[in-house]
């Protein structure tokens, strides 16, 4: 079985290299291997841009936010965390926990001001589920360390204290270039959750001195998020030794609606858990959906090209009826002859694959290694656009472009099957 294999690949190989008397073969052959080249490396490409969009997004989302966070079912906040606290830190799969509160505010400097949401965070214990504090690009979260500024005196709107150093706070990078703010300088944070007065609520105001800018690289949050002392925010929302959330830093992602129900069920009733899956269900489902529907389309592109296979197969036949009667006639069988035309359509595309997953994955590298195509952050969230090319896209593209390619193989080379010794050599 050896040798007739042997015979038709030789044939199939001599068939596309041999000079044809109608260029216009030669022209269409290499327009199909052009073609499966390119529909190749444009799914690699694109399955490497949505596959990176992915990984990105994740990163960020898990590096800014933790796996999971427990709650207060009712607005009340949660007291007496700390023994909760260092009970739910010793559950199974729970690497590490740190309390947090958040509030809304209005960042402003001068005329210029912008709406924040602010974390309350004990820094070390920050540091442990996230990564967001390793971000920063100007100044340093070291001030974020409680230490002997840690009073403040109740400051006059609009004005500085003059009897105590101003509280530090970090933002991010697009939220300080929205107010104009860089490191060390001073900025006022309004509270909706003020004082109650004769005259109703008023807001409360703090000025805050500016210790850091980090840079995410996940818009939603460089624009809209700060960080200060969990002290200097309770004291800020009138919220004396209270919580909002208790963050949680887990083993493995994949397992977080599972921890997230054992966290829940130890904190007892009153608490709720999400994950970072509940969070951001629309948005991985969207990327995938996205991924699914950018291979099909771009798979047109190798039907495209599997169609110039047939024609130039088809042309291969009637060029060659001549020699497929002459080898029929020294006994070779038609099922030989259709292997001969079905290897050289083969032929094609493997060649074109190759040369299309070099092509892939080299620009794939190309632009995750040198971030050459930016983006508007405000519209994709991140400001680069990310390349994540991984082995198993190369073999899925590959089996449907070879696929693909067989099927517009199977006419031609039934046509050149059928063929007629005596019809075709009656009048040579």
């Not at 199909?32 to 490396?41: D, E, L």
């Not at 199974?92 to 001001?113: E, F, K, M, N």
């Not at 100007?138 to 002997?148: C, I, Q, R, V």
């Not at 082995?391 to 067989?406: F, K, N, Q, T």
């Amino acid at each position: 079985m050896r040798l007739p294999m042997r015979f038709e690949l030789y044939i199939a190989a001599r068939y596309l290299r041999a000079k044809r008397r109608q260029a216009v073969v030669g022209v269409v052959t290499a327009i199909s291997v052009a073609g499966v080249a390119a529909g190749v490396a444009a799914l690699i490409i694109a399955l490497a841009i949505t596959t990176g969009m992915r990984r990105d997004l994740q990163d960020k989302l898990l590096g800014a936010t933790s796996a999971v966070d427990l709650m207060r079912v009712q607005a009340d906040g949660i007291h007496n965390w700390r023994p909760l606290l260092a009970r739910l830190s010793t559950l199974p799969h729970v690497v590490a926990a740190a309390p947090g509160i958040y509030g809304q505010v209005l960042v402003s400097r001068g005329p210029r001001a912008g709406f924040a949401l602010i974390k309350g965070i004990v820094p070390a214990d920050e540091h442990r589920v996230s990564t967001i504090l390793d971000t920063i690009t100007s100044g340093s979260a070291k001030d974020l360390t409680p230490g002997t500024a840690n009073e403040t005196s109740e400051p006059v709107p609009g004005e500085s204290s003059t009897n105590a150093p101003e509280p530090p706070i970090v933002l991010g990078s697009d939220l300080a270039d929205q107010i104009g703010a860089t490191v060390g300088d001073s900025v006022l944070i309004t509270s909706p959750q003020g004082e109650l007065t004769p005259l109703g609520l008023a807001p409360k105001y703090e000025r805050f001195s500016v210790v850091g800018i980090y840079h995410s690289g996940f818009y939603q949050y460089d624009a809209a998020m700060g960080f200060m002392r969990l002290s200097d925010a309770q004291q800020l929302f009138s919220e004396p030794d209270l919580l909002s959330v208790i963050s949680f830093k887990i083993d493995d992602l994949d397992r977080a609606p599972r921890v997230a129900h054992e966290i829940e069920q130890a904190a007892g009733p009153g608490f709720m858990t999400t994950n970072w899956m509940e969070q951001n269900r629309a948005l991985f489902t969207a990327l995938k959906e996205e991924q699914v529907v950018t291979f099909i389309i771009i798979a047109l592109i190798v039907i495209v090209a599997a169609l110039n296979i047939l024609i130039a197969l088809t042309m291969m036949v009637m060029e060659k009826t001549r020699d497929i009667a002459v080898m029929m006639s020294f006994g070779v069988e038609p099922a030989q002859v259709r292997r001969i035309f079905m290897l050289q359509g083969l032929l094609i595309s493997v060649i074109g694959t190759v040369l299309g997953l070099v092509l892939g994955y080299v620009a794939s590298w190309a632009g995750g290694h040198y971030h050459f195509i930016r983006l508007s952050a405000e519209v994709y969230s991140i400001d680069t656009l990310p390349f994540a090319p991984r082995v198993i896209d190369g073999v899925i593209v590959s089996a449907v472009s070879i696929g693909i390619s067989l099927l517009a193989t199977l006419y031609p080379s039934t046509s050149a099957a059928r063929v007629l010794p005596a019809e075709a050599l009656r009048y040579e």
